[in-house]
């Protein structure tokens, strides 16, 4: 989410905002987009519920998150209409997630609560007139696909989540397996330049050269303690 502060501007009209009573997405434009600028912004809610951009932004949101609720270990993609996209977390405490594609509006709401909301579409946050009028118009194909708890569960794809796991679990491992090759060929390249211990390139001094090893989080060095500065190992690439 967009880190607003009290120097913060609202991207449309640019004048200062209230952290407390704006509009603002995460960055999940990039810099090809045309509307990458207003991503991860804040933005006035009326000139976001005005703004001429704001239904191919929204659009563009929803299909960036949409597609992530296939891609998340945590929770499925349950229904994907024109309109909104319906998500389940896992187990144990389970919530529904909608997300209305004409707003970019997030509801969440525990699965307990799902067929009061789908009768009364009393969301558990505020919103704005501009998204109650389009949470109320996608209510009723929300209610009548997923009409009550047991179907909102039923349509959480389940082996698609393991699936997922399982291959992320092999990512995991494949990642750790090359960190692995590349410590050990690191520690055979580090034992040589110990042995090999070349003069400090800045006194010429051979004695009283102690090794520092950094590896993985940064690069591996000598320190003279004769003149106090470090050089890189010869035999690091």
């Not at 960190?179 to 051979?206: I, T």
Request: proline share 6%.
């Amino acid at each position: 989410m967009a880190i607003i502060s009290e120097h913060s501007c609202c991207a449309i009209c640019h004048e200062s905002v209230d952290g407390d009573d704006c509009f603002a997405t995460t960055h999940f434009l990039t810099s090809g987009h045309p509307l990458w600028e207003y991503s991860d912004v804040p933005m006035h809610w009326d000139c976001f519920e005005t703004w001429s951009d704001r239904p191919a932004f929204c659009r563009a949101y929803f299909e960036f998150w949409a597609q992530s609720l296939t891609r998340s270990p945590d929770r499925g993609l349950i229904l994907r209409s024109d309109r909104a996209a319906v998500g389940l977390t896992t187990p144990p405490n389970q919530r529904v997630l909608v997300l209305l594609a004409e707003t970019a509006t997030w509801i969440g709401l525990p699965l307990s609560e799902w067929e009061s909301f789908c009768r009364t579409g009393e969301a558990p946050i505020h919103l704005r007139t501009f998204e109650k009028q389009a949470l109320l118009g996608v209510l009723p194909e929300l209610a009548a696909k997923l009409p009550d708890a047991k179907t909102v569960r039923a349509g959480l794809d389940r082996s698609a989540l393991r699936a997922l796991r399982a291959e992320q679990k092999a990512e995991e491992k494949s990642r750790k397996s090359k960190e692995a090759r590349q410590l050990r060929a690191h520690q055979k390249r580090w034992k040589v330049a110990r042995r090999s211990k070349s003069a400090c390139p800045h006194c010429a001094n051979r004695r009283d050269i102690r090794a520092v090893n950094r590896f993985p989080g940064g690069r591996s060095y000598f320190i003279c303690r004769k003149c106090g500065r470090s050089f890189a190992p010869s035999h690091e690439p």
